[in-house]
């Protein structure tokens, strides 16, 4: 019988737990997201992403609602971690255009090798129309993005 603790963090490339994450899954197996990081200040959490990444997680997921704008989010966290994917979960289309987002996620993939990943997104109708924009057609905002 085998130690099922001696084969914890293998995946199909024989990685271990040492060669933490494992980039071919989104940085690893397991992942943590989160909306609560807008209602603490900056610094806890930064706190809080250095957290996640000690106790093992291989991936920070965060929106973009009310709070903070995404890509200067994921900079925070990239900034306070080491090894950690983040990822924006979703970053709305609906609040900058795309070659605004093309630029801000080419400069956190470059300056972070491996460990940005971008999530984008059409929001919720309330969001959207909020912010004076039209979401009587998702789908072909998203596609026209």
């Known amino acids: 019988m085998t130690d099922p603790s001696s084969q914890r963090g293998s995946g199909p490339s024989g990685s271990s737990r040492k060669d933490y994450p494992d980039h071919s899954v989104l940085?690893?197996?397991i992942g943590i997201w989160s909306r609560d990081f807008n209602s603490v200040a900056a610094p806890q959490a930064r706190e809080a992403a250095a957290e996640i990444e000690e106790l093992g997680?291989?991936?920070?997921?965060f929106g973009e609602a009310a709070g903070r704008e995404a890509f200067t989010?994921?900079?925070m966290f990239l900034c306070a971690t080491?090894?950690?994917v983040v990822a924006t979960g979703i970053a709305n289309i609906f609040v900058r255009d795309a070659w605004a987002?093309?630029?801000a996620a080419m400069t956190l993939a470059e300056a972070y090798p491996d460990r940005f990943a971008l999530g984008l997104?059409?929001?919720h109708r309330p969001m959207v129309e909020m912010r004076g924009h039209d979401?009587?057609?998702p789908l072909s905002s998203?596609?026209?993005y």
């Open 142 to 144: 998203m596609r026209s």
């Open 73 to 75: 989010n994921a900079s």
């Open 135 to 137: 979401y009587s057609s």
């Open 121 to 123: 997104g059409v929001s």
């Open 57 to 61: 997680y291989a991936a920070l997921w």
């Open 27 to 29: 940085g690893g197996e």
């Open 82 to 84: 080491s090894r950690l």
């Open 101 to 103: 987002t093309n630029a």
